[in-house]
Nanobody
Framework: QVQLVESGGGLVQAGGSLRLSCAAS????????MGWFRQAPGKEREFVAS????????FYADSVKGRFTISRDNAKNTGYLQMNSLKPEDTAVYYC????????????????WGQGTQVTVSS
C-alpha cells in the first residue's frame, strides 16, 4: 500500500520560512519523480515544483522560482520543499505526489498523492 504523508505545514508571517516533508512508503521511491502542488480556496490545483527520481532535474513554477527549493533523500524515502520569503498568496493546501519514471508537471499524470498539509501565510 503506497502512502505519501506530508508534514511541516503551519501558520507563518509573510517573509518567513517553512520546510515541508513528504515521507513515502510502499513504493520504490528512487524510481518516482516527486512533485509538489498546491490548491488555494476557490482555485484549481497548481504545480509548484518537481524533482526527478535521481534528483538531477528540478522544475519550478515561475511564482515560486528563487524562493522555494525542492530536494529529496532517496535513502530516507523522503522529499522536501523548502519555502522561503513566503507571501500571503502562497497560502494553500500543499500536496506531494509521485510519478513513476516520468518527468511531468501535470497533476493528472501523477500516480500517487498525499493528503495535503495546510500552509497559511499572514500579512
Amino acid at each position: 500500500q503506497v502512502q505519501l504523508v506530508e508534514s511541516g505545514g503551519g501558520l507563518v508571517q509573510a517573509g518567513g520560512s517553512l520546510r515541508l516533508s513528504c515521507a513515502a512508503s510502499g513504493l520504490t521511491f528512487s524510481t518516482y519523480t516527486m512533485g509538489w502542488f498546491r490548491q488555494a480556496p476557490g482555485k484549481e490545483r497548481e504545480f509548484v515544483a518537481s524533482i526527478s527520481w535521481s534528483g538531477g532535474n528540478t522544475f519550478y513554477a515561475d511564482s515560486v522560482k528563487g524562493r522555494f527549493t525542492i530536494s529529496r533523500d532517496n535513502a530516507k524515502n523522503t522529499g522536501y520543499l523548502q519555502m522561503n520569503s513566503l507571501k500571503p498568496e502562497d497560502t494553500a493546501v500543499y500536496y506531494c505526489a509521485a510519478a513513476y519514471l516520468r518527468t511531468t508537471l501535470v497533476a493528472e499524470t501523477y500516480d500517487y498523492w498525499g493528503q495535503g498539509t495546510q500552509v497559511t501565510v499572514s500579512s
